[in-house]
């Protein structure tokens, strides 16, 4: 903790914090010294009687404490703004280290987990290093002035008090330990409910379309239920803790009264310096309370730490490779491609295929067969356990990632459209693109026509994830942003599936369009999609069962076409 406090904090926040730490040093300066000007008070100006005396003492105390909040405020204000400096660059750091992980990360991981990295746990670690870790160092420093002077005062006296002191400093110890482990039950069953409020706010359309509210309802409920429950330990355990440290510390008081109420009549203290005593030990809880909650503050954050790191923890499965490729040729070729998920058998099993530049590939299968496993790869979401792929000859893994992504415009199976302009969604991969350049892509994918029908054409907002837009609607902008790139690969995963088939036909004359001199794969169920292929790859169950042209295919009636005829591919004829 003390390291991360130095390194991310101090460090590079070097003036914030030595500002923060002098205004503190001023700050308790002056809470100290108001103890000593009230024992001046009481056996000075009260004893002699001397009213202008008085007077000078009592501004001289206004002015201390006036002093005191004052650079206690300064101090507050600069380590807040050091703090969220700090947790500003630390959550950016963190988006541009989601971005690099490996795609299986987020397929096994739920979403709910992540969000809260970036809100719960980076707000531990804030309070941790921006008050925990100075509340400690600057806290303690306090208490042991505290306690200088008032040995420094009366040696007995203090003795006494700090026999009584540790008795409630265990007791609120204790408790704060007690609450910190509560809290953290908390922070868990919080993770887990906003995890599953997540899904539903994801899910309410189908929901609502199965009539399983109330499902949905009983299971919610639990979580609510729990966490009230936690909650309840959390807030009851506070309404005992602060009574309770209250009666102890009103007990500890008097017991020093009474001893110290002995020694003024003994006449070995004067009634000032008795007075300024009690000051003082009132003032020892407060650090010693900052100091406890520091600790469990620390240790928060620091659980809160090692759970962010789980994403610099994260195996790299797909190691970028080293060469760089400006323009490829366009020829892929898969060799004896073998490929399972971390769980379950194999999905593609010895698969090998060459295409060239100006090929449209059909790659055809039952659900499930592999085809967007086999995008998958050619993208490197995921690798090869055995056998390789090549891109130009080249091995796809020693080429850079990005390089080889550039190469290929992608149109995902349920494309994710952003939450902007329709403009902004088309020239997403090329943010340089003129309007003349958009419109040119729109017009190919035939999406033109119905985005000039748009109130706002194409500055129209697609709503969160194009829920604005129809989804062939949706299909076609992706289309078009495929489309912008000008890749030397074209790889659609079902480009046709949510088109009727006129809006089909257009789309196919324009993937036919702009498939002239590049290497374009369709995974489709499409029979006239199909039809207009060069060739035919029949992928079952992760083998490739069958290859050919489509109508020499159908003619021989082997595995594909019995397919096609028991229309186990459902195929629109
Ligand atoms: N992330 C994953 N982890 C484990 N198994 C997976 C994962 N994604 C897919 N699978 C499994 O791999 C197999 C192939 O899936 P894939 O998505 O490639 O099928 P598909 O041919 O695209 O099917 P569809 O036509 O329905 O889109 C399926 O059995 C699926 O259950
Ligand atoms: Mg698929």
Redesign the pocket.
């Known amino acids: 903790m003390l390291q991360l406090y130095w390194h991310k904090f101090v460090v590079p926040y070097w003036l914030l914090t030595s500002v923060a730490v002098v205004c503190f040093i001023i700050a308790s300066a002056a809470g100290l010294a108001a103890p000593l000007i009230i024992k001046f008070l009481i056996d000075g100006a009260l004893e002699s009687g001397d009213f202008q005396y008085l007077d000078i003492i009592v501004v001289g105390i206004v002015v201390l404490y006036f002093l005191r909040a004052l650079f206690t405020f300064f101090y507050g204000y600069n380590m807040a703004k050091a703090g969220c400096r700090m947790i500003a660059r630390l959550r950016a750091a963190m988006f541009v280290r989601l971005h690099s992980l490996d795609y299986?990360y987020f397929?096994?991981t739920p979403t709910g987990n992540v969000v809260s990295y970036f809100t719960n746990d980076l707000n531990l670690i804030q309070q941790a290093v921006a008050v925990g870790v100075p509340d400690l160092l600057v806290e303690s420093l306090n208490l042991l002035a505290i306690i200088a002077i008032m040995v420094y005062f009366d040696w007995q006296l203090a003795l006494v008090t700090f026999v009584t002191l540790p008795f409630i400093v265990y007791a609120i110890s204790h408790f704060n330990r007690k609450l910190a482990e509560f809290g953290s039950l908390l922070e868990h069953t919080m993770a887990k409910m906003t995890s599953l409020l997540h899904q539903a706010i994801l899910s309410t359309m189908m929901v609502q379309s199965y009539g399983r509210e109330d499902y949905e309802y009983r299971r919610f409920r639990a979580k609510i239920h729990e966490a009230a429950v936690d909650l309840f330990h959390v807030q009851r355990l506070n309404a005992l803790v602060i009574p309770l440290v209250e009666f102890l510390a009103a007990i500890g008081l008097t017991f020093i009264i009474w001893f110290g109420g002995r020694e003024v009549i003994g006449g070995d203290l004067t009634i000032g310096a008795l007075f300024a005593f009690l000051v003082y030990t009132i003032n020892i809880p407060g650090p010693v309370r900052k100091i406890t909650q520091a600790f469990s503050s620390m240790k928060l954050g620091l659980v809160a730490w090692e759970r962010i790191h789980d994403l610099d923890r994260q195996p790299h499965t797909i190691v970028d490779g080293h060469l760089d490729l400006d323009k490829a040729v366009g020829r892929v070729e898969f060799r004896n491609v073998f490929f399972?998920?971390?769980?379950?058998g194999d999905?593609?099993k010895d698969v090998s295929l060459a295409a060239d530049p100006g090929d449209v590939i059909a790659v055809v299968?039952?659900?499930?067969?592999?085809?967007?496993?086999?995008?998958?790869l050619l993208l490197r979401f995921y690798d090869p356990d055995t056998g390789a792929i090549y891109l130009d000859g080249i091995d796809i893994r020693s080429l850079q990632i990005g390089a080889l992504r550039h190469q290929i415009g992608f149109i995902q199976?349920n494309p994710i459209l952003f939450d902007a302009s329709i403009l902004e969604n088309i020239r997403y991969g090329r943010p340089t693109a003129s309007y003349s350049q958009v419109e040119r892509a729109a017009k190919l994918a035939n999406a033109h026509d119905f985005i000039m029908e748009l109130p706002r054409g194409y500055d129209s907002p697609v709503g969160e994830l194009g829920a604005n837009l129809s989804g062939g609607q949706r299909q076609r902008i992706a289309l078009a942003r495929a489309i912008i790139l000008e890749p030397v690969i074209l790889l659609l995963?079902?480009p046709t599936a949510a088109l009727d088939s006129h809006a089909e036909q257009q789309v196919l004359a324009a993937i036919r369009n702009v498939s002239t001199g590049r290497t374009t794969f369709i995974?489709t169920?499409n029979l006239s999609t199909l039809l207009a292929s060069d060739k035919v790859v029949y992928?079952d169950a992760?083998r490739i069962a069958e290859t050919g042209v489509c109508s020499d295919l159908l003619a021989r009636g082997g595995a594909f076409a019995r397919a096609v005829d028991r229309g186990e591919l459902g195929y629109k004829q």
């Open positions: 299986s397929v096994n399972r998920y971390t769980t379950g999905v593609l299968g039952p659900s499930g067969a592999g085809k967007s496993s086999f995008a998958n199976q995963d079902e995974i169920h992928l992760g």
